[in-house]
């Protein structure tokens, strides 16, 4: 089947620390990978997206690679801003166009 | 470009009443629209997949008569949460889905509506 799979948060970084949050996922066929992003009180918008291995997601400073040997799209960014702060979803799209989401990881970066 | 709105933004209603959702694609002509339920600090769950002038797809496990869905227009679908209990409060996610970009396949999504049945 397919699932998603990200950390569990809440997670609290300080502003310029690194920030990494991982996800990993099972799929049937050659899916593609999304970030999501949801500030409070609005609705999701799409961060960075992978639509083959190897293939890097950027935005904003955000990264994630679509590593298909360990099935994984980890976001990564060098140095956070409290604007950071946020709810992330990981989600797989499959050839189907049905879309499946993580649980989301809460990230709160404070002065 | 590419917004969707959800109007309420927030409901309360009685335990037996039935409420109405509307998901509006404001700058775009959606075909396909998703419903999407996020219970608290779990994931986004497809509900069902509306498209424009037919009968939505519904997921497995998702009561068709419970939650009526009606895409009456390329910009509109509603969603009708019928005779409406407490184990139905939830936060209602609905995203549209661009007629002329389709084949890119993304999705916009909506704000959401918080959904509290007393």
């Known amino acids: 089947g397919n699932s998603v799979t990200q950390m569990e948060g809440p997670v609290t970084l300080s502003e310029e620390a690194f920030l990494t949050i991982n996800c990993t996922y099972t799929?049937?066929?050659?899916?593609?990978l999304f970030w999501y992003v949801q500030y409070p009180g609005e609705g999701l918008q799409l961060l960075l997206k992978?639509?083959?291995?190897?293939d890097k997601g950027s935005n904003k400073g955000f990264e994630a690679t679509y590593r298909k040997e360990t099935t994984s799209f980890h976001l990564e960014k060098g140095s956070v801003q409290v604007s950071d702060s946020a709810v992330y979803f990981c989600a797989l799209r499959t050839s189907g166009n049905q879309f499946y989401f993580g649980t989301g990881t809460s990230l709160t970066v404070i002065p | 470009g590419a917004v969707v709105s959800q109007h309420p933004s927030w409901v309360i209603c009685k335990s037996g009443t039935s409420v109405k959702i509307e998901c509006r694609s404001l700058?775009?002509?959606?075909?396909?629209m998703f419903w999407y339920r996020q219970f608290p600090k779990q994931s986004l769950m497809l509900m069902a997949t509306s498209n424009e002038g037919s009968k939505a797809t519904y997921e497995q496990g998702v009561e068709k008569d419970k939650f009526l869905i009606n895409h009456a227009s390329l910009t509109l679908s509603t969603l009708t949460v019928t005779s409406a209990h407490p184990e139905d409060s939830s936060f209602y996610i609905c995203s549209a889905r661009d007629r002329v970009k389709s084949s890119y396949n993304e999705q916009f999504f909506g704000p959401g509506t918080r959904l509290t049945v007393l």
């Open positions: 992978a639509t083959k291995a190897d």
């Open positions: 799929a049937t066929g050659y899916p593609s």
């Open positions: 700058d775009f002509q959606a075909t396909t």
